[in-house]
């Protein structure tokens, strides 16, 4: 089980940081990704990292503004973003995937799924 939060009403140039925190004892060899879904968009991958935390991936479109990092100690998985934009407002999942190997930029790579957290920025 994920839950996510740290959603909020931002404005442009502002930043947030999402926790999403998971049950479960084998966290660190899950495979965590976070997903965004914008109004009358396909749910996108926004970045990924591995089990361990020493390999993370970015969407192009959020590379450089966004880091994903994880706390094994705490089952916790973190999104910081900066710089947002209002092309960043999304409801925003964050993901898990067991296995830990399974390709992490595909949303059905991914077994569990948080409730969501919506990001608002304003111009």
């Known amino acids: 089980q994920l839950q996510a939060s740290g959603g909020g009403l931002v404005q442009a140039g502002d930043s947030l940081r999402l926790s999403c925190v998971a049950s479960?004892?084998?966290?660190?060899?899950?495979?965590m990704g976070w997903f965004r879904q914008a109004p009358g968009k396909e749910r996108e991958f926004a970045a990924g990292?591995?089990?361990?935390?020493?390999?993370?991936y970015y969407a192009d479109s959020v590379k450089g503004r966004f880091t994903i990092s994880r706390d094994n100690a705490k089952n916790t998985v973190y999104l910081q973003m900066n710089r947002l934009s209002p092309e960043d407002t999304a409801v925003y999942y964050c993901?898990?995937?067991?296995?830990?190997?399974?390709?992490?930029?595909?949303?059905?790579?991914?077994?569990?799924w948080g409730q969501g957290t919506q990001v608002t920025v304003s111009s």
């Open positions: 993901a898990g995937d067991p296995s830990g190997w399974r390709p992490h930029r595909r949303a059905d790579s991914y077994d569990l």
């Open positions: 479960g004892r084998t966290f660190n060899n899950y495979q």
């Open positions: 990292i591995s089990g361990s935390g020493g390999t993370t």
